[in-house]
């Protein structure tokens, strides 16, 4: 059975995370079905793409696969780990992405999300960022990504307490571009998709790349970067990072130690 499922119609495409036992975690086998969709949908020149979790799910998608996380010692969100090529590949696909929202959004999933272009939920959509209940070092673009969308503030609660927020605040705080009734769901996203296939798809790709060069124009000094790269390292080198995968794998609550 497919992963994640695809189609293309009228120059709209949808990818659907099709791996509901697992609450679509973002596994590299996941993560490549959708990177594999992206690429037919950018052959088939579609003018915008939907990604979305099948009707009803209780769970968009539950971040990245714990099971998948390398065990301490290693760089838990580097570089070339499929979930940040996913990152890279929606900001960089040349149509809007629309991510069409209906449950829990979690962890590295959230992030997947908010690189989206556009987000569409129900109320039943709600987000968390969990790296500091597994004792994950975040990533510094994907810092860079959260304090874009949310701001400071929201980005330091959401990050530090890891607690879910419901769609409706994610309205308020301008995460969501709408929030509608779940059974207006698909018509409203498919209505604003058709909407967007009526332009100019060049104008479009060309103001999408802009925005992204325009967004990460904050250039970090080598010695910077390198400060940063020793502060994460100290904590994915950390007894608390290894205590963190063991926790969620036995099923119990971690006990964290600061070390
Ligand atoms: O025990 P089985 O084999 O049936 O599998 C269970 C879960 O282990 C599995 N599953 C996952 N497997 C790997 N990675 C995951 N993230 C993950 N989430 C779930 O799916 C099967 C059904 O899960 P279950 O029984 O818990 O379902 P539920 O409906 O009772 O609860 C759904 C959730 C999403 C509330 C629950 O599964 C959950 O809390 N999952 C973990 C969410 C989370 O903390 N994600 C962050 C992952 S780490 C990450 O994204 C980044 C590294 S970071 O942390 O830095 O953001």
């Known amino acids: 059975m497919?992963?994640?499922?695809?189609?293309?119609?009228?120059g709209?495409?949808?990818i659907t995370m099709n791996h509901p036992e697992r609450r679509n975690a973002l596994s590299r086998a996941l993560i490549a079905e959708i990177l594999q969709a992206f690429s037919e949908l950018e052959a088939a020149k579609a003018r915008v793409v939907v990604l979305r979790?099948?009707?009803?799910?209780?769970?968009?998608?539950?971040?990245?696969?714990?099971?998948?996380?390398?065990?301490?010692g290693r760089d838990p969100l580097h570089y070339s780990d499929p979930l940040e090529q996913l990152i890279r590949t929606i900001r960089s696909f040349p149509a809007p992405v629309i991510a069409?929202?209906?449950g829990s959004v979690w962890g590295g999933a959230c992030e997947v999300c908010f690189t989206c272009d556009i987000l569409i939920a129900t109320h039943t959509g709600t987000f968390a960022t969990t790296p500091a209940?597994?004792?994950v070092p975040?990533?510094?673009?994907?810092?860079?990504?959260?304090?874009?969308?949310?701001?400071?503030?929201?980005?330091?609660?959401?990050?530090?307490?890891g607690l879910p927020i419901p769609a409706e605040r994610a309205l308020e705080l301008?995460?969501?571009?709408?929030?509608?009734?779940?059974?207006?769901?698909?018509?409203?996203?498919?209505?604003?998709?058709?909407?967007?296939?009526?332009?100019?798809?060049l104008s479009i790709a060309?103001?999408?790349?802009?925005?992204?060069?325009?967004?990460?124009?904050?250039?970090?000094?080598?010695?910077?970067?390198?400060?940063?790269?020793?502060?994460?390292?100290?904590v994915y080198d950390s007894k608390d990072y290894a205590e963190g995968i063991r926790a969620f794998l036995e099923k119990r609550k971690p006990a964290f130690t600061g070390e």
């Open 53 to 72: 979790a099948l009707p009803g799910s209780k769970v968009w998608s539950a971040g990245h696969d714990v099971r998948e996380l390398p065990m301490s």
């Open 206 to 234: 060309v103001m999408k790349e802009q925005l992204r060069i325009l967004e990460n124009a904050s250039p970090l000094s080598p010695e910077t970067f390198e400060r940063i790269q020793g502060l994460r390292r100290k």
């Open 12 to 14: 709209i495409g949808t």
């Open 138 to 161: 975040y990533n510094t673009t994907g810092l860079l990504n959260l304090l874009n969308t949310l701001g400071a503030r929201v980005a330091k609660e959401m990050l530090f307490t």
């Open 2 to 10: 497919p992963l994640a499922l695809w189609q293309i119609e009228e």
């Open 133 to 135: 209940k597994i004792g």
């Open 174 to 201: 301008g995460v969501l571009n709408h929030l509608v009734p779940v059974h207006q769901l698909e018509e409203f996203t498919y209505g604003l998709a058709r909407e967007i296939t009526l332009n100019s798809p």
């Open 100 to 102: 069409m929202i209906e």
